[in-house]
Nanobody, 124 residues
Framework: QVQLVESGGGLVQAGGSLRLSCAASGRTSSSYAWGWFRQAPGKEREFVAGISWTGGSTNYADSVKGRFTISRDNDKNTVYLQMNTLKPEDTAVYYC?????????????????WGQGTQVTVSS
């Protein structure tokens, strides 16, 4: 089993930055692909960003392109989400997810493991 723990959330003013981390423990593998998702109150969970197991390929939701950057450190079994120029509409609980079959796309149901989430609140 794999456990994922997110950290780095908090309250920030619009235009500010936050860096989320997601650390994996347990039966981890550097070949996992990763994704970040978010869910705002009253809304469905949505894809934010994904990264391949090598780190050489990434994809992003249109709403965060140019502002968010996903990265990974396989030595630390950790994935990051650098969030810049934050907007109030970025307010949500952010979740990381890992997939053992190299998937890092938008379909959340394809991921094998999920973290518990970290709250990000952006004030206007």
């Amino acid at each position: 089993q794999v456990q994922l723990v997110e950290s780095g959330g908090g309250l920030v003013q619009a235009g500010g930055s936050l860096r989320l981390s997601c650390a994996a423990s347990g039966r981890t593998s550097s070949s996992y692909a990763w994704g970040w998702f978010r869910q705002a109150p009253g809304k469905e969970r949505e894809f934010v960003a994904g990264i391949s197991w090598t780190g050489g390929s990434t994809n992003y939701a249109d709403s965060v392109k140019g502002r968010f950057t996903i990265s990974r450190d396989n030595d630390k079994n950790t994935v990051y989400l650098q969030m810049n120029t934050l907007k109030p509409e970025d307010t949500a609980v952010y979740y990381c997810a890992a997939d053992a079959d190299y998937y890092y796309g938008m379909s959340g149901y394809k991921y094998d493991y999920w973290g518990q989430g970290t709250q990000v609140t952006v004030s206007s």
